[in-house]
């Protein structure tokens, strides 16, 4: 293959990935929009229209700046590539650093990540404290945004940059087969973060107490007991401190799991659909998702470092997309930037696989939360979830298709309802 092919088969990509993520979101803003004025019968009774009309408004106001990011994630991804930001960048380093070309890719890649960030920054102040405050769901400060900022950096530098550094220095010192210890280092970097998690990165960011005795604990506990599920303690997150958003979820790993209610979700759901909340999670650990996507996703790293073990080795991958090494240049920085870059717009049109099974994923875990718990509590618990998050009741099929890793609300509650049998009665507990 020669650079102008690859150039023009990126190009290809990109615009192709842009203009479906366009065409998508503008079936989504006519569909949403066609049925804002109207509560689908299912909800009618469920749900004012007042709420519906809010959630259809968050929406739209949504998909408009997904737009946005989408166009200049899209000119950021041209500048850096084709139109030789990341070789401009690079020659600077080279002249400053002249004799240090294993540091220069460190910090070529650092450079990088900084302006993409710097860049993400407005349109992310604006979600927070335009889109998100509009709307009634924001509850951070400025500061409180800086802050997390701030620690989330020097995570990143503490995590990431010696990972950077050794898989750097693997790529340089362990010949062809480098991408297979890379993997090796990725997946025992991920692992060790799922055990740190809970303990030591979550904790940076939010309170947790534990939750306090009571019925919800005690309806919580039993259920776990029937499900034979061992956990190191239940815990409050203070979520309201950033968001009105509610959710519930496990984190650890082995031994050190934990389930973690934000405090969001215990105030507005009763005792009966907390617990129906939790057993749909337990669904998921009890079916294997967590490990099934864990496994995955090292299988997807596995295939991806070995593509980007073979691409490093083509000259025209690197010319293709805006550099052109010159001598005395370590390679290791630009084949991980230019792959990561570029890879996306080649692979956007497979994002419908993942959706499809995660939504798989979580019908398997409505219907054992039916089976332990209530499928009506939980179709409760959901209806107002949907109603305090401001989620559409009508998204566009194909939009939701690509996207979303949930069902879409109309076709999982009428899968609780069939769950819950002719007659109505939600099924009873089963045995553990």
């Not at 569909?31 to 299912?42: E, L």
């Not at 009665?425 to 553990?432: D, E, L, N, S």
Request: proline residues 6%.
């Amino acid at each position: 293959m020669t650079p102008l092919t690859f150039t023009l088969a990126f190009a290809g990509a990109l615009l192709a990935s842009v203009g479906l993520r366009l065409w998508l979101a503008s079936r989504q803003a006519r569909h949403v929009a066609r049925h804002r004025d109207a509560v689908p019968a299912q909800f009618a009774e469920r749900i004012p229209l007042a709420a519906h009309q809010r959630a259809a408004d968050y929406t739209l106001a949504r998909t408009k700046l997904g737009l946005v990011e989408t166009l200049v994630g899209a000119v950021v991804l041209v500048g850096f590539t084709v139109l030789g930001g990341i070789a401009a960048i690079a020659d600077l380093l080279r002249a400053w650093l002249p004799e240090a070309p294993f540091l220069r890719q460190v910090l070529l890649v650092g450079t990088v990540a900084a302006i993409g960030g710097a860049v993400d920054l407005p349109l992310s102040w604006y979600r927070q404290f335009g889109l998100e405050k509009r709307f009634g769901f924001n509850r951070m400060t400025p500061r409180l945004l800086l802050a997390d900022l701030a620690k989330g950096t020097l995570l990143a530098l503490a995590l990431g940059g010696p990972l950077l550094v050794a898989v750097l220095w693997l790529m340089e010192r362990t010949g062809s087969l480098w991408w297979l210890w890379a993997w090796a280092l990725w997946v025992a970097f991920n692992l060790a973060v799922l055990v740190l998690y809970p303990t030591v990165i979550a904790p940076m960011f939010n309170t947790f107490v534990p939750l306090e005795p009571g019925p919800v604990r005690e309806r919580v506990e039993r259920l776990l007991a029937r499900c034979g599920f061992a956990s190191k303690g239940l815990f409050v997150m203070d979520g309201s401190r950033r968001s009105a958003h509610g959710n519930a979820y496990f984190t650890g790993f082995g031994r050190g799991k934990r389930i973690v209610f934000f405090d969001t979700l215990l105030s507005r759901l009763n005792a009966d659909e907390i617990e129906a909340v939790l057993a749909h999670e337990l669904g998921h650990f009890t079916h294997r998702h967590i490990v099934k996507r864990i496994v995955a996703s090292f299988a997807i790293s596995l295939a991806g470092l070995w593509l980007l073990g073979w691409l490093s080795r083509q000259p025209w991958f690197y010319q293709g997309l805006g550099v052109t090494p010159q001598a005395g240049d370590a390679l290791g920085g630009y084949a991980l930037l230019l792959f990561f870059l570029a890879m996306p717009a080649f692979t956007f049109a497979l994002q419908p696989l993942g959706s499809w099974l995660s939504r798989r994923h979580e019908f398997e875990a409505d219907a054992f939360a039916a089976r332990q718990s209530s499928a009506e509590d939980l179709s409760r618990a959901l209806v107002k979830l949907y109603e305090d998050n401001a989620a559409t009741l009508t998204p566009d099929p194909v939009h939701s298709a690509f996207y979303d890793s949930h069902p879409p609300a109309a076709i999982r509650l009428a899968r609780l309802a069939a769950l819950r049998g002719a007659d109505g009665a939600a099924p009873q507990p089963a045995p553990a």
